[in-house]
Structure formats: structure tokens, C-alpha cells
């Protein structure tokens, strides 16, 4: 992990790469936080978060400007992998997308019927079919929890 860190960081000195707790991008500080796992999986983990930092990724509107800001830091970590030599095993990034469409799949669904429903702002999904509107939290890594009005 340490090697690739040095890589990283000669390559991209505009991004800070900092030790922490788990694996993350913030764009406030322009800081990449990884931790000491010396995994296959840490790696990975990375250079998908690098991807997030030099796609430029800032922020998310909607759950699914946010599954394809996921899937195009994925992309680009595969681009990064083949730079470093690196394989990324596309069942990983799979599993690590799925969890995404696992959380959306819970938030869009109606409390009232069970149906899909559209989201209509960040907190907030309404069923075409019911018309139901629903409350959910903004933050992605909260369980998603449905008030209906």
C-alpha cells in the first residue's frame, strides 16, 4: 500500500493522500483518506477513491447522479490499475456498485404500496402509482428509513 502511495502521490501532487479510517474522498480538502490494509481490496480502494478526486467529483443532487459518479470513479480506477500495473477484479467493483443499488432500490420504494416511486428532490421520493410522498435522509451511509406525509 505504501509503494502505491508514493506512486500516487508523485503522479498527482494536487491530491493529498492521508492515513485514516476508511477509504474516502473529500473534496472539501481535496484529500484522498485511505487506511494500512495491505489487501488486493485496500489497493483497489484507492484508486477508485483517486478516481473520485480527479474526475473532480464534488457532490450529488440525486441517488443516481450518485450511482454514476460511483461507476465512473470505478471506470477510472480501472484506468489507473493498468497505469500501475494493477488488476481490479470487476467482481469487486460490482459488489461495491450493488451496494449503492441496494440503497437506492430501499429509498424509492413506497412505504404505502410497495411500488417504485421518482425522487422529486434529495430528501424526497413521491409513488407514481399511490401518490405517496416520502421523506428520506440525505446522508448515503444512513439506513434509508421512509416517512410517508
Known amino acids: 500500500m505504501n509503494e502505491l502511495v508514493l506512486?500516487?502521490?508523485?503522479?498527482?501532487?494536487?491530491?493529498t493522500f492521508v492515513k485514516g479510517d476508511i477509504f474516502h474522498w473529500s473534496p472539501r480538502e481535496k484529500h484522498v483518506i485511505y487506511t494500512t490494509d495491505k489487501t488486493e481490496q485496500a489497493s483497489w480502494s484507492l484508486l477508485h477513491e483517486t478516481g473520485h478526486a480527479l474526475l473532480?467529483?464534488?457532490?450529488?443532487?440525486?441517488?443516481?447522479e450518485l450511482l454514476k459518479k460511483e461507476?465512473?470513479?470505478?471506470?477510472?480506477?480501472a484506468q489507473l490499475?493498468?497505469?500501475?500495473?494493477i488488476?481490479?477484479?470487476?467482481?469487486?467493483?460490482?459488489?461495491?456498485?450493488?451496494?449503492?443499488?441496494e440503497w437506492i432500490h430501499k429509498r424509492?420504494?413506497?412505504?404505502?404500496?410497495?411500488?417504485?416511486?421518482?425522487?422529486?428532490?434529495?430528501d424526497t421520493y413521491k409513488c407514481l402509482n399511490c401518490k405517496t410522498t416520502w421523506h428520506v435522509s440525505i446522508e448515503r451511509f444512513y439506513r434509508p428509513y421512509?416517512?410517508?406525509e
Open 71 to 77: 461507476v465512473a470513479a470505478w471506470q477510472k480506477a
Open 146 to 148: 421512509r416517512r410517508s
Open 56 to 64: 473532480g467529483h464534488v457532490s450529488y443532487t440525486t441517488d443516481m
Open 108 to 122: 424509492s420504494r413506497c412505504p404505502t404500496c410497495s411500488l417504485k416511486g421518482l425522487q422529486e428532490a434529495p
Open 7 to 15: 506512486k500516487l502521490r508523485q503522479q498527482y501532487p494536487e491530491i
Open 87 to 101: 488488476e481490479i477484479h470487476d467482481d469487486y467493483a460490482q459488489d461495491c456498485l450493488d451496494s449503492y443499488r
Open 81 to 85: 490499475a493498468l497505469e500501475f500495473g
